[in-house]
C-alpha cells in the first residue's frame, strides 16, 4: 500500500499534531492537504470538503458517528513509546494492555478522531 487519505476537519492542528507526536516532517502540503511519510507508506491528511470531490459519489462521513478504522504501528518498547507521547501531549485511550493474541498494545485519537494503536 502506497498511500491512505485520512480526512480531517481542521486541518493546522492535525498537521501540527502528526509533527508532534510522529516527529515527522511534512514531505507535501498545500491548502487543502498534508503529507507524511511513514516509513513506504505515506499517510495524506485531507481537508474534508475537499474529499467530496475525490470520493464522489460516495459521501464522507461526519467524525462524530464512529470510528471505521484502526491505524498501527509496531514499536520495541511500548511502555517506553507510551511515556515519551504522553509528553508530546497524547491522551491515551486504553494501554498499555496485554493482548490474548500476544501483543501489548495501546491506542489513540489524533485531532481528526482516526484512531491509532502502537503494538510490541
Not at 10 to 27: A, S
Request: with cysteine; hydrophobic share 40%; charged share 20%.
Amino acid at each position: 500500500m502506497g498511500a491512505i487519505t485520512l480526512f480531517v476537519e481542521d486541518l493546522e492542528p492535525t498537521k501540527q499534531f502528526y509533527r508532534d507526536v510522529f516527529d515527522l516532517p511534512v514531505i507535501y502540503e498545500d491548502e487543502n492537504s498534508a503529507v507524511f511519510r511513514f516509513e513506504n507508506t505515506l499517510i495524506n491528511l485531507l481537508h474534508s470538503p475537499a474529499a467530496h470531490e475525490l470520493i464522489a459519489p460516495a459521501s464522507v462521513a461526519d467524525p462524530g458517528v464512529g470510528s471505521r478504522v484502526q491505524l498501527s504501528l509496531s514499536v520495541t518498547d511500548i511502555d517506553a513509546t507510551c511515556k515519551e507521547l504522553s509528553g508530546r501531549g497524547v491522551t491515551f485511550l486504553n494501554g498499555p494492555v496485554d493482548r490474548p493474541w500476544g501483543l501489548r498494545t495501546a491506542s489513540f485519537k489524533d485531532p481528526g478522531g482516526h484512531i491509532w494503536e502502537i503494538a510490541q
